[in-house]
């Protein structure tokens, strides 16, 4: 067969990054898609030399479509909360939508007008959103006016008392998320009095304004589901709540349309402090949409906070030698930036941010992949922030972060489960999609697939049978005797399980993943059972069934493989959480598991094509199971 004939028509820039080129004029289709310079010229430009300064100029353009690529995104994410926001006041006067699903919470939000709080007008990008939390948190008791000062003369008295009254309520509901709502949903973060506590968490609320509203939004919802069950509650509050909840939800997507706005407009580079606050409220919608069951919308969040991330990372993390150190971005944002190390001192309050958020979208992110059938999309800097260096990788850690914690971001600290755990779901997800990948392509090695997937459980079993025959630490031990008693009322358990057995669990049902993606889906052969059984007992040595909201994702693979005669186990624990079942995901895991149950005999006659990514994504949407 004769050789195609290139044309010598094409844009230079087509040329240049050796693509096909449709030389449309004045700019070709490629160039116009990726947002770049496309050149047309008789003379052939003089970086086109075939040497340095061509290979210079390809590497340029490389970065340059990477940097476009990432506007695009950024500019998608805005174009998602633009949609979310216009959805968002249709519902305001449409009865079929609500703040919560109705079969959990029986009301629908009535408009916002008939709440008396001021709302921002949606629709104007430019403009300025306006409620009574424009005055910060700090500031609200300073503002609330004494019983005297209601008498001063005041041309409009009535508007000053009602928004008095909604800066009253808008304290109320950030103690009651600061009380109860962020304990229950974080149980083992539990900093020590030595490092201020929680503190950096009232800064933040005070200064930012997205997550503040989504703070909440999540404590009105907290509030309605148990007002929903005390029998002499009052039917007008809890038409209240659900009116206040749907306002907050409108309030934090607009902040952060402006927050984001401004992040693009700036860059992250030179605007680190800004860039990490907007990541934070991005991290927090996304908790809030997950925690009040409004599938689809996460993704959308996870891909703008991994984008954020990344830049926070490549902008202020990246050294001299072109490795990566966090302790440099944390550095920056102490109030002496790059004068001292965190050791023996406290967190400043950015820099809290910065761990915590960090954290959380690790975390997520991880989790999301076992759904999304991809690689976590932060998998790059596991190494770096998650993995406990040995001896030899120790002396090759620069001398500006020998005094950093290793790891930089210790997830037991914020969640309860060991790194390792965490490092070993990632690179089972990412074996997973390498699976199918060569799967599709017609290349997959059963031998490559088997050697790689040992690697990661002999790592996994290590670390277990080491977790198992250490003693628990006296910080994180079970009992009534630790502060996490003092941060909330008796909504919170009296005892929650050790991050020693949470982290067990973890394990185990990441060894009962590793084996769907290594086997199939087999839930019947002796190995997947053993391991579904071992991970059923720990469940129920748990001391609450409350403890359940730190383990849905366990639980879910464990319950999916389950048999037949553990099926009500599964519902039983769910229904002992009582009302705070729907905050969360843990209905969410059970639906998932009774639809998987129900089709038993379907998956069985199509086992090569089911595993643990198909169940967590049968219920339409593709499950966060945070």
Known sequence: MANKMRSSGGCWTCRLRRKKCDEERPVCKGCLALEINCLYSYEKPEWMDGGERQRQRAEWLKKEVKLQATRRR?????????????????????????????????AAPPSIQTTGLSTPEAGTQDSTPASASDTALTDIALTVPSPDEHSSAS??????????????????????????????????????????GRGWLLVLLTKNKALFHSALSLAGYFHVI??????DASPHCHTHNLELLHEQQGLALQWLRRE????????????????????????????????????????????????????????????EDGHACFIMVLLQLGSRPFTWTPKNHPWGSDQAILRFFTAQLLFFDTLASTALQQPPRLQQWHQGLLATLNEEALKRVPESEKEATVPHINLQEFLGVENWVVIAVAEIAALDSWKKDMRR?????????????????????GSLVALENASLSPGLADGPQHLLQYYAGTFMPQMMHGSST???????????YLSVVLSGWQPSSHEIQLSVTRTVEMLLSLPSPDCLRTLVWPFTVTGCLATPDQEQLFRDMVA?????KVFGTIREGLAIMEKVWERRAEIESMSDQWDLATCLRCLGEPALLI
């Open 226 to 231: 148990v007002l929903g069950h005390i029998e």
């Open 155 to 196: 041309p409009f008295p009535g508007l000053d008392l009602r928004a008095s009254l909604s800066q009253e309520a808008e304290a109320q509901s950030a103690m009651m998320y600061l009380d109860y709502v962020f304990p229950f949903l974080f149980p083992y973060y539990r900093p020590s009095f030595a490092d201020v």
């Open 576 to 580: 002992g959480m009582g009302p705070l």
């Open 74 to 106: 950024e500019l998608r994410y805005l174009q998602g909360l633009e949609i979310r926001l216009e959805s968002h006041d249709a519902s305001l006067t449409d009865d079929s939508d609500t703040a919560a699903p109705k079969d959990w919470i029986n």
């Open 441 to 461: 392509a017609g290349s997959l090695s059963v031998a490559e697939l088997v050697s790689r997937g040992s690697a990661i459980e002999q790592r996994l079993r």
């Open 502 to 512: 949470n982290t067990r669990i973890w394990a185990q049902a990441a060894i009962t």
């Open 260 to 319: 984001m706005q401004d992040i693009i407009t700036r860059g992250v580079k030179g605007n680190l402090a800004e860039a990490n606050r907007v990541m934070a409220s991005i991290v927090q919608l996304m908790t809030c949409d997950v925690a009040i069951a409004k599938p689809g919308n996460w993704t959308m969040h996870l891909d703008a906070a991994t984008e954020l991330f990344n830049e926070i990372m490549k902008h202020h993390a990246m050294a």
